[in-house]
């Protein structure tokens, strides 16, 4: 592991060794209940939680990363911990999603920086072995870019929809993707932040500190506004669908892929193999047996067992089975086509 | 296909594969391979394992299959069920199939067989017969296709090896037995990506996907200096070749892309795109639990075999990949075009009862539009 000092555990305090500095000044957590020196820390701890329920970047009193009191960057590293803690406390998953989410965005922001400053070699070496420590992504820098192989940029950039994201839009040489230091950070940011949720996730639940109850059962309150959204369906049919569907009523092939989607759509919309079936009677290669054994096959009661899905929309592009229109809403999944999601609080 | 025609096709297919063991071998790391065939009229049986060429020879010579296929991914149990078999990675594959690149050729060389009442006629909408719209397309491919195939595959190889760092020795070009060609790329750094993952890469390489912006086009604050270089590399030096033709005429090729603004560009891009992309299958590519047609089995929409090319400017599918006897057989035909195997010409054939050698007779009866006399 990495070798840091408390200035880069201020910026980065996720990483392992950060809880080393609270136990080395010798702090017990109920310490944090009771002494009036760390009420600080309690408060900064809050408003770095409240701040991430309201979907915000809690701003540090680190200057871009330096800062010349130890004591600052020590309370930035300490009210990170004891966020967890307290999130601990309220037992509330909503919060760790949260707040894992806005320390990624910070700790993004302090990487792009160590990336893109040209002149310090040993920030731009430091986020690289962050990089490769936590993601297991080799980067190399050369010139203004960061060089990643093709392959680990394939992994990492897959769920993002963007189409600038996709590998062709890309600058692409000698099996390598050369990004800039924002996109080599936005690549990781949602690793980061899984990585942040893993963290607290696996990180033990203390007994309730006294003088903390009210502190987190303002936090449990906030976690229970946060209500989810609920989602109605019109129930039309995308125009992917509705084109298979009108291919095979005009007698006309439609490609193994094309009713692989018709049909893994139909199956999780609720419809039966027998109610599917009928469909594909105007194929002109149609033979009952075959398509009864692989309707069966795709709703898991033969074979293997597993049920197949609908493929996504970035697949059926692929494969020129997408027939978007502006119906479509962003949507990346055919079977989300109608869905309204209302965030209305309960 | 009637029981006798079958049974000419297992005999043909039992005495290729029995006189050229030496042209079937199991691939590297066999026992890590997931096998599969299908025999005549009947389905696909797979998940089956085999540790070297002599269980391989075996299985063909006890089945007889029609088609012989073997997986591209590596698992640790390949004769388990497929969620049980323990993937480990996939080398990957591609198939480039003229029946896939819009060729001005096909029309004079494709035919339709009618479903319902067997009618052969080159008419590719309905039946003249019986007016059913319910049509299997077959085709004769010819040289055009097969150079056009060939075109497909120099692309292919220039991207992967200059763009995705691919070494040329692990490509490996085979002609697919039938229409096109299987390119194999072995110990790449893609061994371990997945299907989505592939399927970008599939995007990459037939140019699918692309924004103005990555050419240099951009919706607000045009500027004339993104634009890509004419020696530039990837598919922005591509592009560049394509579209300004030369380097003098680029300067004045770019006045008239920012003048027809953003959304011409992107049709004009899709265009392009349809030019120079590599025309490869997407699935096949994007798909890692597929077990694709062996090499050195034949390959029974043709009775042509699936072999190596080392040499892909010269090779010859119909002379090089036709490896059935001279041996004489009288056969019922209805082939309205013509073809040519190891350099002799056949057809056309109006519904005609004729003597012809075993591999031209293999050849048409795969095709539907021949049976035994």
């Excluded at chain 1, 994201?165 to 936005?186: A, S």
């Excluded at chain 2, 299908?38 to 070297?52: A, D, L, V």
């Excluded at chain 2, 033709?245 to 899709?270: A, H, P, V, W």
Aim: with cysteine; proline share 4%.
């Amino acid at each position: 592991m990495l070798e840091l000092g408390t200035d880069e555990f201020a910026k980065y305090p996720f990483l392992e060794g950060a809880g080393k500095i609270l136990k080395d000044k010798g702090f017990p957590l109920s310490q944090f209940g009771t002494d009036p020196d760390l009420e600080p820390v309690v408060k900064k701890a809050l408003h770095r939680l409240k701040v991430s329920t309201q979907g915000g970047i809690y701003k540090s009193d680190i200057i871009d990363g330096q800062a010349s009191k130890s004591f600052v960057l020590e309370k930035e590293i300490f009210s990170f911990l004891l966020a967890i803690v307290l999130i601990k406390l309220t037992g509330m998953h909503t919060l760790i999603k949260r707040f894992a989410l806005a320390e990624s965005r910070r700790a993004e922001n302090h990487l792009e920086k160590d990336l893109g400053k040209a002149s310090d070699k040993s920030k731009i070496d430091l986020a690289i072995r962050i990089i490769y420590d936590l993601f297991n992504i080799d980067v190399i820098k050369e010139n203004d870019f960061f060089k990643i192989p093709v392959s680990d940029y394939l992994k990492h950039s897959i769920d993002f929809h963007e189409r600038e994201w996709k590998l062709i839009n890309r600058h692409v040489e000698n099996g390598k993707v050369l990004l800039t230091p924002d996109k080599t950070v936005r690549l990781i940011r949602k690793e980061l932040g899984n990585y942040i949720i893993s963290k607290i996730t696996n990180a033990p639940t203390p007994p309730m500190i006294p003088g903390l109850e009210n502190i987190v059962n303002e936090l449990t309150s906030i976690g229970k506004d946060l209500t989810p959204s609920y989602t109605v369906t019109t129930g039309e049919y995308p125009p992917c669908i509705k084109h298979a569907i009108d291919i095979l009523e005009k007698g006309e092939n439609l490609p193994h892929s094309g009713r692989f989607m018709l049909a893994t759509f139909l199956l999780s919309k609720g419809q039966s193999v027998q109610q599917i079936a009928p469909l594909f009677k105007n194929a002109p290669d149609y033979n009952e047996r075959v398509t009864l054994y692989q309707l069966n096959h795709l709703s898991g009661t033969s074979g293997s067992g597993t049920q197949y899905s609908c493929p996504s929309c970035e697949k059926l592009k692929t494969q020129s089975l997408c027939f978007i229109t502006s119906d479509c809403d962003n949507i990346v999944n055919p079977l989300q086509f109608g869905r309204k999601k209302n965030n209305a609080r309960s | 296909m009637q029981e006798v025609d079958i049974q000419f096709l297992e005999d043909s297919f039992k005495k290729y594969y029995f006189n050229h063991f030496d042209q079937i071998k199991v691939p590297e790391r066999t026992s890590e391979r997931e096998f599969g065939y299908q025999k005549f009229n009947s389905g696909m049986t797979r998940h089956i394992s085999i540790k070297n060429d002599k269980e391989l020879h075996l299985l063909l010579i006890q089945n007889v299959p029609s088609d012989v296929y073997c997986s591209n991914a590596y698992y640790t149990f390949p004769n388990s069920p497929m969620n049980e078999k323990d993937w480990k990675e996939a080398d990957l594959i591609f198939d480039i199939d003229a029946k896939d690149l819009n060729l001005s050729c096909r029309k004079s060389h494709t035919i339709s067989i009618c479903n319902e009442c067997n009618e052969v006629s080159k008419n590719l909408t309905r039946c003249l017969k019986c007016n059913s719209s319910k049509l299997e397309k077959k085709s004769l491919p010819c040289r055009n296709c097969i150079d056009a195939s060939k075109t497909e595959v120099s692309k292919l190889s220039e991207v992967l090896i200059n763009d995705l760092a691919i070494d040329r020795e692990n490509i490996q070009v085979y002609f697919s037995g039938n229409e096109g060609f299987h390119v194999y790329v072995y110990n790449s750094q893609f061994q371990q990506i997945g299907s989505r993952e592939r399927s970008e890469l599939v995007d990459y390489i037939s140019l699918h996907g692309a924004i103005p912006e990555t050419f240099g086009m951009k919706k607000l604050k045009q500027d004339r200096a993104s634009f890509p270089d004419f020696d530039e590399k990837g598919w922005r030096g591509r592009f560049s070749k394509q579209v300004f033709g030369s380097k003098s005429k680029r300067s004045k090729i770019i006045t008239e892309l920012l003048s027809n603004g953003y959304s011409s560009f992107q049709k004009m891009l899709d265009d392009v795109s349809e030019n120079i992309g590599v025309k490869i299958d997407p699935n096949v590519t994007m798909d890692i639990h597929r077990i694709f047609r062996l090499p050195g089995s034949i390959n029974s929409k043709s009775g042509l075999a699936k072999i190596h090319c080392d040499d892909l400017s010269k090779f010859d599918p119909y002379t090089e990949a036709s490896f059935l006897s001279d041996d004489s057989v009288e056969v019922f035909a209805n082939c309205p075009i013509e073809f040519r195997l190891k350099n002799k010409k056949f057809g056309p054939y109006i519904n005609e009862k004729i003597s012809m050698p075993t591999f031209a007779a293999v050849y048409m009866i795969c095709k539907k539009l021949a049976r035994i006399a």
